[in-house]
Nanobody
């Protein structure tokens, strides 16, 4: 299984972006799809996760601004980011976790928010 993240770019504060994470290869019983980010000099942190059953959870600073969603087959995850702030600048990674398998990481897509 491989993940391909896309949709990053440069945007002004207050703007929006939509990240996509496409899954290639055969998957069995995906348990969750999630987005992490890592800013320069900081640890990677969980931004948003969507779990089997479609429950979602968000990092506090992005609640009410970011929305995670997926397609019907658990082959693509999306992160819609609104009202972006300079502190959202980071490399964004997608992650997929299948039952009884190690989670898989994508290569990251860079989001830069200018003030």
């Amino acid at each position: 299984v491989q993940l391909q993240a896309s949709g990053g770019g440069l945007v002004q504060a207050g703007g929006s972006l939509r990240l996509s994470c496409s899954v290639s290869g055969i998957t069995f019983n995906v348990q969750s799809m999630s987005w992490y980010r890592q800013a320069p000099g900081k640890q990677r942190e969980l931004v948003a996760i969507i779990k089997r059953g479609d429950s979602t959870d968000y990092e506090d600073s992005v609640k009410d601004r970011f929305t995670i969603s997926r397609d019907d087959r658990w082959r693509t995850a999306y992160l819609t980011m609104n009202n972006l702030k300079p502190e959202d600048t980071a490399l964004y990674y997608c992650n997929v976790k299948e039952l009884l398998r190690d989670s898989v990481w994508g290569q990251g897509t860079l989001v830069t928010v200018s003030s």
